[in-house]
């Protein structure tokens, strides 16, 4: 057994290095013990590193990213994991686009509990002033994090408050920041913080924002954990407030209006209908599903979810980015300016629309207020990878033989390949179930393309959907 010992601080980067010389060498990752600081040491003892191999070993930079996240997990088998899915994408890269593969599920859930404990630590961090001796002044902290942290939490507070001195110290070690930059040590007691006066304002602050009619105690345990409201002043205000919350709600109610808005109504039957987290067993139920989706942020500020349209049974579906400000409005995909030169574009290209279910990768719209007007925002990355779900219930319950992405969101949601669209538009790639994929031009391109480029575009698109429709024919 090879044992790797690893630093208290820089575990990342010391890990990195070894993993490449062993992955070099395809070293099997059950060969290989990680010792952190704490490890005990081998009952047998341990064989030395070996030297470098003559293998090539390469990472994505998205892989590198999860992989540093789940560094400052406090898994003991987080370095075993990472290790192994080095080794394991050495030779099938792709599992690291499917979401659903087990490894990769577990990284996820890994970096996700890191990246909400740093969340933590730059929301509940309270300094406290300390004695300083020059111009700058001094502040330190204590702080207890759910993961070991320090390293990739205390940039930030650089960034932040780099016209003082401070120090945040924590279970794992201590930071401290001169200006110059952080530097780590060994973990040492809690150090004697002194009151401070600045932690009035906190309480003031939250004094304030405190609004009695939408306790949800559950929810504030949730986002606020008890194992922080020792070292947070304006916590021992909660008590209290929650105590004169039904008196403050009674006098909210006798100085509000007897009756709501004739609309009310309409807005609140979808937050009034209850979430089913069971599987959809046909296509109506997924759309209806669907109607209630709030799976991303997008739906709070689209009017409606937008789902698919056109033949269920129908061989081809062609799936585009996201709804426009006519599709939201509507409620059906394809019936802005885009979807009409697609739906005449597809007449020239003798593909009738009853030969299509047309959908969209995204089913709410996401915008930007412009005056009056909404203008249209692509979908970010978890937009797309949330709504995915939806786009994978639609293809299983209408089994296209081809299916036709209009554009580079569409083309992701697909095939989750983000390389340019140009060299791959009129080739066909695998989706993640495994059916062809036609890579084209979304409509909305050739509009907003120059008269002398447009022609151009909009031939290619009329070629890919008449190439669609011989192969669904």
């Given at each position: ?455 151009a575009a909009l031939a290619e698109l009329r070629a890919d959907l008449t190439r669609a429709a011989e192969l669904t024919a």
């Open positions: 057994m090879i044992r790797v010992p690893l630093p208290r601080f820089g575990r990342f980067d010391a890990w990195r290095a070894a993993a490449r010389d062993l992955a070099s060498a395809r070293i099997p990752p059950e060969e290989v013990t990680w010792a952190d600081p704490d490890t005990p040491p081998d009952l047998f003892g341990a064989d030395p590193l070996p030297p470098p191999g003559n293998h090539p070993v390469t990472a994505t930079q998205d892989f590198l990213q999860l992989a540093r996240q789940v560094a400052s997990h406090s898994d003991p088998e987080r370095w075993s994991l990472l290790y192994a899915a080095l080794i394991r994408a050495q030779s099938d890269r792709r599992y690291l686009s499917n979401p659903a593969d087990p490894m990769l599920d577990r990284l996820t859930r890994l970096a996700k509990s890191v990246r909400r404990d740093i969340h933590k630590m730059h929301a509940f961090v309270r300094f406290h002033e300390l004695p300083s001796d020059g111009p700058r002044r001094s502040f330190g902290a204590w702080f207890e994090p759910e993961h070991p942290i320090l390293e990739a939490g205390t940039p930030f507070f650089a960034k932040r408050f780099a016209d003082m001195d401070w120090l945040i110290a924590t279970p794992e070690g201590t930071a401290r920041f001169t200006g110059a930059g952080i530097a780590y040590d060994d973990p040492a007691p809690r150090p004697d913080l002194p009151d401070d006066a600045n932690h009035v304002l906190w309480q003031t602050y939250f004094a304030n924002i405190f609004n009695p009619a939408r306790i949800k105690t559950n929810a504030m345990r949730s986002e606020m954990p008890k194992k922080y409201w020792k070292n947070l002043p304006e916590t021992r205000l909660i008590p209290e407030m929650l105590a004169d919350a039904p008196r403050r709600v009674q006098a909210m109610r006798d100085a509000g209006a007897s009756d709501a808005p004739a609309f009310a109504p309409k807005i609140t039957a979808r937050l009034r209908q209850q979430p089913d987290d069971s599987l959809p067993e046909t296509l109506d139920q997924a759309a209806s599903r669907a109607a209630r989706c709030t799976r991303c942020d997008l739906c709070h500020a689209a009017t409606q979810t937008v789902w698919g349209t056109g033949a269920p049974t129908a061989p081809l579906m062609i799936v585009g980015e996201a709804p426009g400000d006519h599709e939201d409005l509507q409620g059906k995909p394809f019936v802005g300016p885009a979807g009409q030169l697609l739906r005449r574009t597809m007449a020239e290209a003798d593909l009738p629309a009853d030969r299509a279910w047309l959908t969209n990768a995204v089913k709410h719209f996401r915008f930007t207020p412009r005056g009056k007007r909404r203008m249209h925002q692509t979908p970010d990355r978890p937009h797309i990878e949330h709504c995915r779900w939806w786009l994978d219930l639609e293809r299983r319950f209408t089994a296209p033989r081809l299916t036709l992405a209009l554009g580079a969101t569409a083309a992701f949601a697909l095939t989750g390949n983000r390389k340019p669209l140009t060299p791959r538009r009129g080739t066909i790639e695998p989706a993640f179930d495994g059916g062809p994929v036609l890579i084209t031009w979304h409509p909305s391109l050739i509009l907003r393309l120059p008269p002398d480029r447009a022609p």
